[in-house]
């Protein structure tokens, strides 16, 4: 099975890339993005600094990923990536959370990676439904993997609670 979902601290896991969900400022917060630079130590918010901003606090736009070395951390790289604000549904927020999936998949064939673990975006202070999301995450995964059996994607849920929301979803695709 080339999709899998497990409970864990996703700073842990030693990957070609973990994923962070971050704030399009890419200068660190709270929750998994907090832990992420905590444990990755101060060289990863040096080299999110020096990453081109697109308007001023702006480094990654919803949807769009950025990639950096992993420096303290288990995983060689961390993919940067905004998922959306839910608002209720009826803002692109489905299409901007596919988007931050299949980014983040690009920039690993990119940098010649096969395992990747990812956090379930925007299902924190972002507010987005985790059912739902988990549905998006499934599907876009499910498509990415479609012409590549060599990639192994994680999904690191931080509670069981959460990890049988996304095993559903893998259960029923
Ligand atoms: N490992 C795996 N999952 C985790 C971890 C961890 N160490 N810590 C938290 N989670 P959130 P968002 C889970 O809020 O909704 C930040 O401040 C958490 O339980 O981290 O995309 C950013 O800077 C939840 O299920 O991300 C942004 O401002 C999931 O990770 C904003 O939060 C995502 O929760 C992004 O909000």
Redesign the pocket.
């Known amino acids: 099975m080339p999709i899998k979902a497990i409970t864990?601290?996703?700073?842990t896991l030693r990957m070609d890339a973990i994923v962070n969900?971050?704030?399009p400022s890419l200068l660190?917060?709270?929750?998994?993005?907090?832990?992420i630079h905590r444990a990755a130590g101060p060289a990863l918010l040096e080299a999110c600094r020096a990453l081109p901003e697109s308007a001023p606090g702006m480094r990654c736009p919803t949807g769009e990923a950025r990639i950096t070395a992993g420096f303290a951390l288990p995983a060689r790289h961390v993919i940067h990536t905004v998922?959306p604000i839910w608002h209720g549904g009826g803002h692109d927020e489905a299409w901007l959370l596919e988007r931050c999936y299949r980014n983040a998949m690009r920039l690993l064939r990119e940098h010649a990676g096969h395992t990747i673990a990812f956090?379930?975006?925007?299902?924190?202070?972002?507010g987005?439904p985790s059912a739902l999301a988990a549905a998006v995450a499934v599907y876009a995964l499910h498509d990415e993997l479609a012409d590549d059996a060599a990639t192994e994607v994680t999904l690191?849920?931080?509670?069981d609670a959460?990890r049988a929301v996304f095993q559903h979803a893998l259960d029923t695709k």
């Open positions: 864990a601290d996703i700073t969900a971050a704030n660190g917060g709270g929750g998994v993005d907090g832990a998922g956090p379930a975006i925007s299902c924190g202070v972002y987005y690191c849920c931080f509670s959460m």
